[in-house]
């Protein structure tokens, strides 16, 4: 597959795709039916729907009965655990094996043109991104997401979560199904823009952030803190007229979605020509620039904040402008300071 038929390298070996990055049409005033329409394909097609038939599965095959549900029990919320870990394990080592390990699409399609295992970095326990990445996966990731997952299944199975049944209310629960991304989404980008403020920043959110050159372990390599305001998006299930199979995909969501916009490559390559869209970019710019699209591209808040960055000259001009405006106002209050001190 010709990846420059997509995009352009650098001298450094970075693709870039021609395509600026969309947001989709949904929130777009006047309302764009027939873009809604022929965008809807990729809504379901293919991430949510993996991760709506992973809930499905879940509740079918792992959660144990509701009785059960109602007192917390050692041996219930260990298999949880279990089954998280290792359904993390098989899905986000699929992407590192098949990307990073064996390397089958080299790095064709791949934003920055190095592999993460190649660079040694003191940012990184033992100075690996990979094992760094991955342990903080394992030892607080999936942790607090069963815990998450725990506290919701009891306040389910004891009434204290509000538990809509499919037959009786199927078109309630088919739009709260439909807003979960929506949901995500909104949670994400003020739990992003919280984290985002400096003394979080150095506290929390540098953790994920070491990794300029996101590889799939990077996607819930985070401190405990965003652990929990990350996974906490399932919270909103305690007032929405919900169900527990919809608690459970907006989980998964956060917890395998992670996956699509950390992967490092603009397109997974299947077989000799099919591709699939990672729609990891602006994430990807978010990892190399900082502050620029802290949500993603299904609801326009970057936009609206001014903030956007499509990977487009544009949009790097838009964040030139934006640092200098900035820099600029501290140099102002630097000054004034100054003035202040000088008087006294
Ligand atoms: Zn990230
Ligand atoms: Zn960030």
């Known amino acids: 597959m010709d990846d420059l038929k997509y995009g352009t390298r650098n001298k450094r070996g970075d693709w870039a795709p021609n395509q600026p990055v969309k947001t989709a049409p949904l929130f777009a005033f006047p309302p764009r039916l027939k873009a809604v329409l022929k965008w809807l394909p990729h809504y379901f097609f293919p991430w949510n729907m993996i991760f709506a038939a992973s809930a499905v599965a879940y509740w079918a095959w792992v959660i144990?009965?509701?009785e059960r549900l109602q007192t917390l029990g050692i041996e219930w919320i260990a298999w949880l655990y279990v089954v998280n870990a290792i359904s993390v394990f098989l899905f986000y080592g699929a992407f590192?094996?098949?990307?990073?390990?064996?390397?089958r699409q080299e790095n064709r399609f791949k934003y920055n043109g190095r592999f993460p295992a190649d660079q040694?970095?003191?940012?990184?326990?033992?100075?690996?991104?990979?094992?760094?990445?991955?342990?903080?996966?394992?030892l607080s990731g999936v942790t607090i997401w069963t815990a998450v997952e725990v506290a919701m299944l009891w306040a389910y199975a004891n009434g204290y979560a509000p538990w809509l049944d499919f037959a009786e209310n199927p078109w309630t629960l088919a739009l709260i199904a439909l807003v979960v991304p929506i949901i995500h989404e909104f949670h994400f980008f003020c739990i992003h823009r919280l984290i985002h403020t400096?003394?979080?920043?150095?506290?929390?959110?540098?953790?994920?952030?070491?990794?300029?050159?996101?590889?799939?372990?990077?996607?819930?390599?985070?401190?405990p803190v965003e652990h929990l305001l990350y996974f906490g998006?399932?919270?909103?299930?305690?007032?929405?007229?919900s169900n527990p199979v919809l608690m459970l995909y907006q989980l998964h969501y956060a917890g395998?979605?992670?996956?699509?916009?950390?992967?490092?490559?603009?397109?997974?390559?299947?077989?000799?020509?099919?591709?699939?869209?990672?729609?990891?970019?602006?994430?990807?710019?978010?990892?190399?620039?900082?502050?620029?699209?802290?949500g993603d591209t299904l609801i326009p808040l970057d936009?609206?904040?001014?903030t956007w960055h499509d990977g487009s000259a544009e949009g790097e001009a838009r964040m030139q402008e934006r640092y200098r405006r900035r820099k600029e106002k501290l140099a102002v209050r630097k000054a004034r300071v100054g003035i202040g001190e000088a008087a006294e």
């Open 64 to 66: 144990p009965p509701v």
């Open 96 to 103: 590192e094996l098949h990307l990073y390990v064996f390397k």
């Open 198 to 223: 400096p003394l979080l920043y150095k506290w929390v959110h540098s953790v994920h952030h070491n990794s300029v050159n996101p590889s799939p372990w990077s996607s819930l390599s985070m401190h």
């Open 256 to 294: 395998f979605g992670a996956i699509p916009g950390h992967v490092g490559f603009d397109k997974v390559e299947i077989g000799e020509d099919k591709l699939v869209d990672s729609h990891a970019y602006a994430h990807y710019l978010h990892h190399k620039y900082f502050e620029v699209n802290y």
């Open 120 to 138: 040694k970095s003191k940012a990184f326990w033992f100075e690996s991104q990979n094992l760094d990445n991955i342990l903080r996966t394992f």
């Open 303 to 306: 936009r609206w904040f001014g």
């Open 233 to 241: 998006t399932a919270f909103y299930h305690l007032i929405l007229p």
